[in-house]
């Protein structure tokens, strides 16, 4: 899903660590409202990518808790740098 957009912009080396966060978030809005509304959202932003998921449900959902929270903060403090893929 997100590897055709990244590998489109010409960022690759972003792509594994984005395939975490996409498919993290994704299935955690799928669970959230079974049978709703699913909505994903890449963007380009000077060599990085913001990641977007909306979903139909009614609750907000849990802060925090997962692959892909715990890759962000990874990247936010500068442990796992933007380009390194997570092992």
Same mark, same amino acid.
């Given at each position: 899903?997100? /590897?055709?957009?990244?590998?489109?912009?010409? +960022?690759?080396? +972003?792509?594994?660590?984005? #395939?975490?966060?996409?498919?993290?978030?994704?299935?955690?809005?799928?669970? =959230?409202?079974?049978?709703?509304?699913? +909505? +994903?959202?890449?963007?380009? /932003?000077?060599?990085?990518?913001?990641?977007?998921?909306?979903?139909?449900?009614?609750?907000?959902?849990?802060?925090?808790?997962?692959? =892909? =929270?715990?890759?962000?903060?990874?990247? #936010?403090?500068?442990?796992?740098?933007?380009?390194?893929? /997570?092992?």
């Amino acid at each position: 899903m997100s /590897e055709v957009a990244l590998m489109s912009w010409g +960022l690759r080396p +972003l792509v594994e660590n984005a #395939r975490v966060i996409v498919s993290e978030l994704v299935t955690n809005a799928v669970a =959230a409202t079974p049978g709703k509304v699913v +909505l +994903l959202v890449l963007a380009r /932003e000077k060599g990085a990518i913001s990641v977007g998921v909306w979903d139909s449900g009614e609750t907000l959902p849990a802060m925090g808790r997962g692959n =892909a =929270a715990r890759l962000v903060r990874r990247i #936010r403090t500068g442990a796992l740098s933007r380009g390194e893929a /997570e092992r």
